[in-house]
Each structure stands twice: as structure tokens, then as C-alpha cells.
């Protein structure tokens, strides 16, 4: 660990790392990584030498988060010396990227919110739903106002919610609720 150092932008043409971790997903970071340590090793801390530091390309936060729970050693796979700046720079933003999408049915039906939330995935944080209401399940609509989001909500039978956005229009449905 202190043979790495963080991208603050010594890497001539590349810029220092763009991402910040704050607050609650900090600590679930860091609650994640106390978790399950082992998974450390399935993602390495992809790194460059430059003027005889390893400097980080992709893991800036787990990095972070290691030195702040003490970990000595850090899985680490070094780029080849010749890799030229303009991948240095895709690598670090393309890790970062999420290129795929939850499905949200998928998500409501199969998987435990409560494990999710602990895995360190916001699970309802986006709809504005929360899974611990009690809603009343007479067919009605409730407004923007009473959650305080730009999302419709369906209340129908007791099979569960229906959630438009109004932004594309795509409605998600959560079920067994």
C-alpha cells in the first residue's frame, strides 16, 4: 500500500481522478470491503508506474477505503510501460462507467431490499418509494406533492405499485409487497 499513490493528475495528460466518494456510500464502502474482503482480489487496483510510484488508474475509492481500515498489501495488476495516455484516460473513466441497467421487476420480485440495501445498492432511494409504508391499497394516485418527486405512483390491488416516469414513460411495476 505504500508503494501506491492516488491519480492526482502526475501523469502527464492525464487528469487527476474525477470521482469523489462522500458520506453514506463511503461507509458502505468501506462496510463492504470488512465484509468481504475476498473480493479484493477479483477486482485489482489497476495501476501505472511513473517516476517510481504505482499511480492508480482504476481504484481511486477502494484504495481509499483500504488505507482507512488499515489494509498493508493491495491486489494490484500494473499496465505494460508502454500504454499510451490516451487509454491511461479511458481506462479510468470506462471503470467508473455502469453500462447496464437494473431491472427493476427483477429486482422487486427476486431479490430482499434489505439485502441489497446491505450489499451497498440504493435500492428505493431513486423511486422515492419506501418499502417499510403501508400504503392503502384502494386504487388511487398519488401526487408528486405527497412524496415530493416528479414520479407518479399507482397504488392498485394488493399485488403491488406501479411507478410511471414522467420522463420516458416507462412504467415499473412492484410487486409482492
Given at each position: 500500500m505504500t508503494e501506491i499513490t492516488s491519480n492526482s493528475g502526475q501523469i502527464i495528460g492525464l487528469p487527476k481522478n474525477p470521482r469523489v466518494i462522500r458520506d453514506e456510500k463511503y461507509l458502505k464502502l468501506l462496510g463492504s470491503i470488512q465484509a468481504d474482503p475476498e473480493m479484493l482480489d477479483l477486482r485489482e487496483i489497476v495501476v501505472k508506474e511513473h517516476q517510481g510510484e504505482h499511480v492508480i488508474i482504476c481504484g481511486n475509492m477502494r484504495f481509499k477505503a483500504m488505507q482507512e481500515?488499515?489494509?498493508k498489501k493491495a491486489p494490484i495488476k500494473i499496465l505494460p510501460e508502454e500504454t499510451p495516455v490516451d487509454k491511461l484516460r479511458a481506462f479510468?473513466?470506462?471503470?467508473?462507467v455502469n453500462y447496464g441497467q437494473w431491472d427493476w421487476d427483477d429486482?422487486?420480485?427476486e431479490w430482499k431490499p434489505e439485502e441489497l440495501a446491505e450489499w451497498g445498492m440504493d435500492v428505493w432511494q431513486d423511486t422515492g418509494f419506501d418499502p417499510n409504508m403501508n400504503p392503502d391499497f384502494s386504487s388511487r394516485e398519488v401526487s408528486?406533492?405527497?412524496f415530493d418527486r416528479?414520479?407518479?405512483y399507482r397504488v392498485g390491488t394488493q399485488e403491488g405499485i406501479e411507478v410511471v416516469c414522467p420522463h420516458c414513460g416507462e412504467t415499473f411495476r412492484?410487486?409482492?409487497l
Open positions: 481500515l488499515g489494509i479510468a473513466i470506462k471503470d467508473n429486482l422487486a420480485n408528486d406533492d405527497e416528479d414520479l407518479k412492484y410487486e409482492g
